[in-house]
């Protein structure tokens, strides 16, 4: 199997993203499909974006920032989302998760699925929950349980979980491995195992890295 690589240096946040998820390979934990996808993920950090630029350079997939806790919508939402489908990308979306408690998850996924609602969907949505401040172990796995569990049932799709490769070791449950994975992990020629999801769906494989069409450094 092949994988592209970008020029690492020092502008935005990477990802290889699995759309197919039919094919499961016998390695103790890869990628999910052999179908390969060269993705970037951005959000206003990234501010204006030439996306015919991104595309000629050979970017698939754009994971787009819809939102954040309850109440804020990522200002270049729109922007990125309409100019990414202009040039053909296949578009996905992440919410930033700031719950402290099951409820305000609950209210978090109502609100991601209302800030997306009637926009192309080509990738799976994404759950991205990684300031954890003093909650526990199950606390954690509780507010993402819920978070996930109410924008399945909201969307009708199955969403994936972002995630780091520590805390999919050491935080999330292995209850929650009905949910796909997108993992982060650098410096590695591939994802570490983490004992519960037998596969990934996505490998975030460099936070350091640029693409023709974007200058904003993240």
Known sequence: MKYKHIIKSTALVFLIFFISFSYVPSLAFGPSSNQIYQGIDVSNWQRN???TAVKNYGVDVVYIKSSEGRNFIDPYLETNYQKAKANGLKIGFYHYVTARTVVQAREQALFFAKVIS???VDCRLAMDFENFGNLSVTEINNISKAFLETLENTTNSTPVIYSNAYSARAIFSAQLTKYPL????????????NGKWATWVGWQYTSTGTVNGISRIC
């Open 49 to 51: 974006i030439n996306f």
């Open 118 to 120: 009637g926009k192309q």
């Open 182 to 193: 997108w993992v982060a992990n650098y410096l590695v020629r591939n994802p570490s195992s």
